[in-house]
């Protein structure tokens, strides 16, 4: 199975309009409140946002809708209800209206629930840009295509036909005709069990008119044959120009569908980063890193790691559908994960020119990673990514993910961009709130820890409960409670996981 952003993109679209679809009534009468207010003001958009509330009600709200590409087809089906096309200004101003109705009506229902809105908003973009490149997109219809090949006074193409495969036979879905003349037979009719019989029955089904001689060519296509009907004898230039077109026409296709492609990757990367920038703490920083790679890529499974390049060690920050306290309790050697090893050595004669780090892909994690883990976690396929400061040039962590236990996957090129950006700007917001010093002369030096201290420190780094601790250092459990109480206040850290994260960025431990 290959992992790609397009699912990932369609789940957050979804859940999108199925909150659209809880509030219905509550997010019409929002709308219905704004066009009342500029019929008060005698606006002169009122007519085109009754329109455009006429039209995403229809689209967002028929009973036919059953998914988000019945929501988009819907909305082609309707484009005609725009008389008047609205000027891309008025458009994106309008749709902004009725979105920010939207988020104002549903507001009551799901309160501050961010990561809904944010699908909302995510929709919105989506119905907004459909609606833009649409005059567009209709250049890059098959049917709008064959159509203005026929209706071309200067081919002489009479007809095409755009045949399907049923059954034991081929059968004509739909026919476009330069005479428009109600010639075409019943649908029963249009079905055949060769392509030869066919194109012998829609022959004969066509008037005869005296003097025309009609030929009619099989032409191959990427959704099937196309049998293209000639009312001209010797025309056997029309078909090399047929064939041309038509691979012409397919490029422009694979253009649109690379270009929405990367634009995927793109859309990922912005709700990641809105969704990690609203981390008023590295806690939640942390969590929000972890949960924002499986929300917005197309993993199950996230593990969130610390690294010190001091001593070469990773330690667990937290897990995402994983059990968190056996990640947290995780500190290893990089020096025993020879794949990781590798890499960084290769990256150490780059030095304070290293700007961009790729995230490692392991088919199978038993090849790559200690068997402990492998047991442990029940792993498969894997991928590593780098969580990397750009601005510092330096690696402070790596999140692990996955599709779930025993799994194994691909991942594809825009997905991979995709987690190369992620690390990027989870590496920054860590920096932020995860005390990474920049290179700096007169920035604070790190605080003053007592030998005993230290030791505290390393044992909460190890995962060690406070009465491990204790039984470790042969002292109270009240004695290291005291001890973790004044780190942290040295550190100025929250909670014992911000001073080990403090303390490794400062090569305390």
């Known amino acids: 199975m290959s992992l790609t952003l397009s699912r990932q993109m369609q789940v957050v679209l979804r859940d999108g309009l199925n909150v659209v679809q809880e509030h219905q009534q509550l997010i019409v009468s929002e709308w219905e409140k704004i066009s009342v207010h500029l019929n008060k003001a005698e606006n002169s958009s009122v007519d085109e946002l009754e329109a455009t509330i006429s039209f995403f009600s229809e689209c967002l709200f028929s009973e036919n809708r059953k998914d988000t590409a019945d929501l988009f087809r819907n909305m082609d089906d309707h484009w005609q209800q725009f008389s008047s096309p609205l000027r891309p200004n008025h458009l994106i101003f309008i749709i902004t209206l009725l979105e920010n109705a939207a988020h104002e009506a549903i507001q009551s229902g799901i309160g501050d629930e961010y990561q809904q809105h944010q699908a909302v908003q995510y929709l919105f973009s989506q119905m907004s840009e459909h609606l833009l490149a649409h005059p567009y997109k209709e250049q890059l219809n098959m049917d709008t295509f064959l159509d203005q090949l026929v209706s071309s006074q200067q081919l002489p193409v009479e007809w095409i036909a755009k045949l ?218 894997v991928v590593i990514a780098p969580i990397f400061v750009p601005s510092g040039s330096k690696l402070i962590g790596a999140a692990i993910l996955d599709q ?83 780190i942290m206040q040295k550190m100025k850290a929250r909670n014992r996981t911000e001073a080990v994260v403090k303390a490794i960025r400062n090569g305390m431990i």
Request: glycine share 6%; proline share 5%; with cysteine.
């Open 164 to 381: 399907e495969d049923y059954g034991h036979g081929v059968q004509a879905k739909k026919i476009f005709s330069k005479t428009k003349r109600n010639w075409f037979p019943e649908k029963k009719e249009l079905q055949a069990d060769s392509l030869f019989a066919l194109s012998e029955s829609l022959l004969n089904k066509m008037p005869v008119e005296p003097g025309r001689e009609r030929k009619i060519y099989p032409v191959p296509s990427d959704d099937g044959t196309l049998l293209l009907c000639t009312n001209q004898a010797g025309t056997s230039h029309i078909l090399p120009f047929v064939t041309f077109a038509l691979q012409i026409f397919r490029n422009s296709e694979n253009a649109l569908a690379y270009t929405r492609q990367e634009q995927q990757w793109k859309d990922a990367v912005i709700l990641f980063n809105e969704w990690i920038m609203r981390s008023q703490s590295l806690n939640e920083a942390i969590e929000n890193v972890t949960s924002g790679f499986v929300n917005y890529l197309p993993f199950e499974r996230c593990a969130l790691f610390a690294y010190s390049t001091v001593d070469q060690r990773g330690f667990g920050l937290f897990g995402h559908q994983l059990n968190n306290d056996a990640i947290q309790s995780i500190k290893e050697d990089i020096r025993n994960v020879p794949l990781i090893q590798k890499n960084l050595q290769r990256l150490q004669p780059l030095g304070e020119n290293l700007k961009n780090l790729q995230p490692i892909y392991i088919s199978e994690a038993a090849q790559g990673l200690p068997d402990q883990y492998v047991r442990q976690f029940q792993l498969e396929s």
């Open 404 to 486: 779930g236990p025993g799994k194994r996957f691909e991942i594809s090129r825009a997905t991979f961009t995709a987690l190369m950006k992620f690390g990027q700007s989870a590496g920054e917001i860590l920096a932020k709130y995860g005390g990474d010093r920049p290179a700096s002369s007169n920035v604070a030096t790190p605080p003053h820890l007592s030998p005993r201290e230290i030791d505290v420190l390393k044992l909460m780094a190890d995962g060690a409960s406070t009465s491990e601790a204790a039984d470790s250092l042969n002292l109270s459990e009240y004695t290291v409670r005291d001890y973790i109480s004044a």
